[in-house]
């Protein structure tokens, strides 16, 4: 390559969009994803109770738990999957956006990984446990709960380090759209936010377990993604595709 | 040809991963009494467990980094290096994916577990005893696999290393050291738990050889010299941004 035809500004982009069919995708995904998980989450899965006991009674009575858990980790798979289209989407082949590009595909790979664990524990054993703890009788009913406790407290282990690994992810893909400005930056600084929250929430649920205190991420990460998701789909539904240029003749 | 700079930043992440992950095991609680009820009983008292095991995946996860950037530092392209290369940043990422399982399961199961077993009533302490085993039990069970697919990366790049020659080879030599005594470790964490008086003595061992060879990789990486095609470019880009046209 001569000098003269070397970019002065930036030698991360040869293109300074990113690929149309791919972002289309990407949004698809995250929505289908964003809005099942919303619906898991908020609308089929049980209520908690005032007591832990409480609670455990109201997963013993649910009928839909794994299929509710099942669709919540579909939901997550759709989400991340849409954030590595997005990555490929940016399509960064140098530069130090490369880097955030190459560690954020890793971490989401890993969060997806925690959230498959915290499914299994959350989705099967915990259901399991609550069962046998609400049908067991009177004798057995410490022994049984004490089981429960067990699983509940893995199921907050595991929550608290997908989410760190949650916000890790976010962070790292918010990197690359600010640094690589191929979608417009206020996404990426909205995605960042999300998964600083999203760090928060780690700490607190390591820390504390499920209580109100979560309340206040929790509704700031849903506000948050769901405000970058549309802006996302906007800027993607509004993409106008650049015209197709002829070949020159003398090719 | 090796990636000098991307050498550099894999020497880097691989140093400061080994010094967090060493210096949180000065303030991680123990007890010199080799028992479940004596460690549980000091874990109980700590009022940093979180923090100290959130530094700890911190230090694995900036190691797991280093590693994966290790394999583009060592730009192999073709042949049996390169697949070796390839499956050790495989292995290197299933590891780092379990260390998150080990620390939660480490840093905030156990720490909850223990926490109920100590200020439980005394006809209940049977009880949370056994389900504070039971998450230990868990813990030495992922602990020893995520030591055994450490151990495993260390020991394919080491080959890869050795193989390639990009880099000065006892290099490889201490890296391969430090993968069979991991992969030690793993067996003894699973056969005879974590307390096995085995484990510290290979432990030792293991950060003594990883920081040796980490060291040297960092001096490789910082002495190595500018490769031809890189100073072509570097002196393009400077005409390119100094030229007003």
């Not at chain 1, 849409?82 to 890993?110: D, H, M, N």
């Not at chain 1, 979560?214 to 802006?231: D, E």
């Not at chain 2, 379990?98 to 005394?122: I, R, T």
């Amino acid at each position: 390559m001569s000098i003269a035809s070397r970019n002065p500004t930036s030698g991360a982009r040869t293109d300074p969009r990113a690929d149309g069919t791919l972002l289309r995708a990407s949004v698809t995904l995250l929505v289908v994803g964003w809005v099942l998980l919303f619906v898991t989450n908020e609308v089929l899965h049980p209520g908690g109770g005032a007591t832990f006991e409480a609670t455990f009674a109201n997963y013993a009575a649910s009928r839909d738990w794994a299929a509710v858990h099942l669709g919540e980790f579909a939901g997550k798979g759709l989400y991340f999957g849409g954030l590595l289209v997005l990555l490929f989407a940016l399509a960064v082949r140098e530069g130090p956006a490369r880097l955030s590009t190459f560690f954020g595909a890793i971490s989401a790979g890993v969060t997806l990984v925690l959230a498959g664990i915290l499914d299994a524990v959350d989705g099967v054993a915990l259901k399991q446990a609550v069962d046998a703890w609400a049908s067991a009788p009177a004798a057995q009913k410490a022994t049984s709960y004490a089981s429960v406790l067990t699983v509940r407290w893995l199921e907050w282990g595991t929550n608290s380090y997908q989410n760190f690994m949650w916000g890790l992810t976010l962070l790292l893909v918010a990197t690359t759209i600010v640094i690589t400005a191929r979608i417009t930056r206020p996404i990426g600084y909205l995605m960042g936010l999300s998964g600083l929250v999203w760090l928060v929430l780690g700490w607190l649920v390591g820390t504390r377990g499920f209580t109100s205190a979560n309340n206040l991420p929790q509704y700031a990460i849903f506000g948050l993604t769901t405000a970058w998701i549309i802006w996302l789909l906007v800027s993607a539904v509004l993409r106008k595709e650049p015209p197709v240029r002829a070949a020159p003749a003398s090719n | 040809m090796t990636d000098r700079n991307a050498l550099r930043l894999s020497g880097t992440l691989l140093l400061i991963g080994l010094v967090v992950y060493e210096a949180l095991q000065f303030p991680h609680p123990g007890s010199p009494t080799p028992t479940d009820q004596a460690q549980f009983a000091a874990y109980a008292m700590s009022s940093s467990w979180a923090a100290i095991h959130l530094g700890e995946f911190l230090g694995v996860a900036i190691t797991t980094a280093g590693l994966l950037v290790l394999f583009f530092a060592l730009n192999l392209s073709q042949g049996i290096p390169r697949w070796l290369g390839f499956f050790a940043a495989i292995s290197a990422g299933v590891a780092g994916a379990l260390a998150a399982v080990v620390y939660a399961v480490d840093g905030v199961a156990l720490k909850q577990a223990v926490d109920a077993w100590a200020s439980a009533p005394a006809a209940e302490q049977a009880t949370r005893f056994a389900s504070a085993e039971a998450i230990r039990w868990l813990e030495t069970g992922t602990r020893s696999y995520q030591e055994f697919t450490s151990g495993l990366a260390l020991v394919l790049f080491a080959t890869t290393i050795v193989w390639a020659a990009r880099i000065a080879r006892p290099i490889g030599y201490l890296m391969g050291l430090s993968g069979l005594l991991l992969v030690v470790m793993s067996w003894v964490a699973g056969t005879q738990g974590l307390g096995a008086s085995a484990r510290g003595v290979l432990f030792e061992i293991v950060i003594l050889s990883s920081a040796v060879w980490t060291i040297w990789l960092l001096v490789v990486a910082w002495r190595m010299k500018e490769p031809v095609e890189g100073v072509a470019r570097a002196i393009n880009d400077r005409i390119v941004s100094t030229n007003p046209y």
